[in-house]
């Protein structure tokens, strides 16, 4: 199985890469995902999948094999954008390949690990290994700004319901077993406007702010930080006020406060309290409504909890199989310093997932962006190998 899984992808590797390349050269900016979602369902049906769909949030979702063991492959379509193109050494939006490299703004975040899941499932129902099997393709929308909530459609609204998720985010191979989850919230404090020239009638909400930002200094040494730790920064800081001689009606802050797995909502509301005792403040969880591509609007509640799946699972298992199959080396497990599409299908709804993707994430969201191309044909094995290796473990 192995060895004809290699013999396919090596037959493709041409047609692989230039696929990845293909999606490179069509911008995809969040909320702008049309041409790409055209280009992917496009390339979808090319292939021979079972099923194709775009839904009405804009996600593509393709399905190869019509068995009972539901296996997704999430990556999303959605980059960052191009502020900076002066300073590149190549076209952002080129798809250029050289030493060994695709360039281009989201060649690895995540368009290579997509072209490598797309020709995977293709390739495995080629070689008949796709028994009592569905495959899940799905390219979500928007994850660079709405976390985890194009997925929470796929599950809540198009009822994909499957037992085991790779999300296809970076790891340069690695299997990510678990990260942070992560908080935005605000911390308001009131105030009485008055005149600059008279202060003393009024209520200055700064001042009380202070004291908070004091607490939340307080609270940022204390917590442990690092790829399993709570931490905590204030990353933005706003006024209400008439004019620049008026004393604010109210002051707010912004934080960003990274959980760990014990960190919940009722952990955290505790904790943000605590914060503003004996102020006259209030804090909340920051809510950003957005718009897909389609126009279906899309709210992020911007509470996204922590999660971490048992080394000794099921899928773990066969993650760690595959990988080693195909890299000739020991696979490494890591706990993932930034934040994916699984705060939804492991931390919300429990569902185990692992994340699997060619190239590293310090190179993504940077100019001169790139993806190692071998790392995407070993990818594409890695997940052709997944899916025929699941059943097989899960039975046995």
């Given at each position: 199985?192995?060895?004809?899984?290699?013999?396919?992808?090596?037959?493709?590797?041409?047609?692989?890469?230039?696929?990845?390349?293909?999606?490179?050269?069509?911008?995809?900016?969040?909320?702008?995902?049309?041409?790409?979602?055209?280009?992917?369902?496009?390339?979808?049906?090319?292939?021979?999948?079972?099923?194709?769909?775009?839904?009405?949030?804009?996600?593509?979702i393709g399905r190869a094999g019509n068995g009972p063991d539901r296996i997704m492959f999430d990556s999303h379509m959605d980059t960052v954008g191009v502020i900076d193109e002066e300073d590149w050494s190549v076209d952002p939006f080129g798809g250029e390949m050289r030493e060994g490299r695709l360039f281009g703004r989201g060649s690895v975040d995540m368009k290579g690990a997509l072209a490598a899941s797309i020709y995977a499932a293709a390739i495995a129902r080629e070689l008949g290994l796709l028994s009592e099997k569905s495959i899940f393709i799905t390219a979500s929308v928007?994850?660079?700004?709405?976390?985890?909530?194009?997925?929470?459609?796929?599950?809540?609204?198009?009822?994909?319901?499957?037992?085991?998720?790779?999300?296809?985010?970076?790891?340069?191979?690695?299997?990510?077993?678990?990260?942070?989850?992560?908080?935005?919230?605000?911390?308001?404090?009131?105030?009485?406007?008055?005149?600059?020239?008279?202060?003393?009638?009024?209520?200055?909400?700064?001042?009380?702010?202070?004291?908070?930002?004091?607490?939340?200094?307080?609270?940022?040494?204390?917590?442990?930080?690092?790829?399993?730790?709570?931490?905590?920064?204030?990353?933005?800081?706003?006024?209400?006020?008439?004019?620049?001689?008026?004393?604010?009606?109210?002051?707010?802050?912004?934080?960003?406060?990274?959980?760990?797995?014990?960190?919940?909502?009722?952990?955290?509301?505790?904790?943000?309290?605590?914060?503003?005792?004996?102020?006259?403040?209030?804090?909340?969880?920051?809510?950003?409504?957005?718009?897909?591509?389609?126009?279906?609007?899309?709210?992020?509640?911007?509470?996204?909890?922590?999660?971490?799946?048992?080394?000794?699972?099921?899928?773990?298992?066969?993650?760690?199989?595959?990988?080693?199959?195909?890299?000739?080396?020991?696979?490494?497990?890591?706990?993932?310093?930034?934040?994916?599409?699984?705060?939804?299908?492991?931390?919300?709804?429990?569902?185990?997932?692992?994340?699997?993707?060619?190239?590293?994430?310090?190179?993504?969201?940077?100019?001169?962006?790139?993806?190692?191309?071998?790392?995407?044909?070993?990818?594409?094995?890695?997940?052709?190998?997944?899916?025929?290796?699941?059943?097989?473990?899960?039975?046995?």
């Open positions: 199985m192995r060895e004809k899984i290699h013999k396919a992808v090596m037959e493709r590797q041409a047609e692989i890469l230039e696929f990845a390349a293909d999606m490179v050269r069509c911008p995809s900016m969040t909320g702008e995902e049309g041409e790409m979602a055209k280009l992917v369902a496009g390339k979808m049906k090319q292939l021979g999948y079972d099923e194709v769909k775009t839904d009405r949030m804009g996600n593509v928007m994850e660079e700004d709405y976390d985890g909530q194009a997925v929470r459609y796929l599950l809540e609204e198009e009822h994909l319901n499957p037992e085991a998720v790779v999300i296809c985010e970076a790891t340069e191979l690695s299997i990510g077993y678990g990260h942070r989850g992560r908080a935005l919230l605000q911390i308001t404090a009131r105030g009485q406007s008055v005149h600059g020239s008279c202060p003393e009638l009024g209520v200055n909400p700064v001042y009380s702010l202070s004291r908070i930002i004091d607490r939340v200094e307080q609270l940022a040494e204390k917590l442990p930080g690092g790829p399993e730790g709570g931490s905590v920064a204030v990353t933005g800081l706003s006024c209400v006020t008439a004019s620049a001689n008026s004393v604010p009606e109210s002051a707010t802050i912004t934080l960003d406060r990274r959980l760990s797995l014990e960190e919940d909502e009722s952990y955290i509301s505790r904790e943000m309290e605590e914060l503003i005792r004996e102020e006259d403040a209030f804090w909340e969880i920051t809510d950003i409504p957005g718009t897909s591509w389609r126009g279906e609007p899309i709210l992020l509640h911007s509470f996204l909890p922590a999660w971490e799946i048992a080394a000794d699972s099921v899928l773990v298992q066969c993650a760690k199989t595959a990988c080693e199959a195909v890299t000739g080396k020991r696979a490494s497990l890591e706990k993932m310093g930034f934040s994916t599409n699984a705060v939804t299908t492991a931390g919300i709804y429990k569902i185990p997932t692992v994340v699997i993707g060619p190239g590293s994430s310090k190179t993504a969201h940077m100019r001169d962006e790139f993806c190692p191309l071998d790392e995407i044909l070993q990818a594409c094995e890695i997940y052709a190998n997944l899916c025929a290796l699941y059943k097989e473990k899960k039975r046995g």
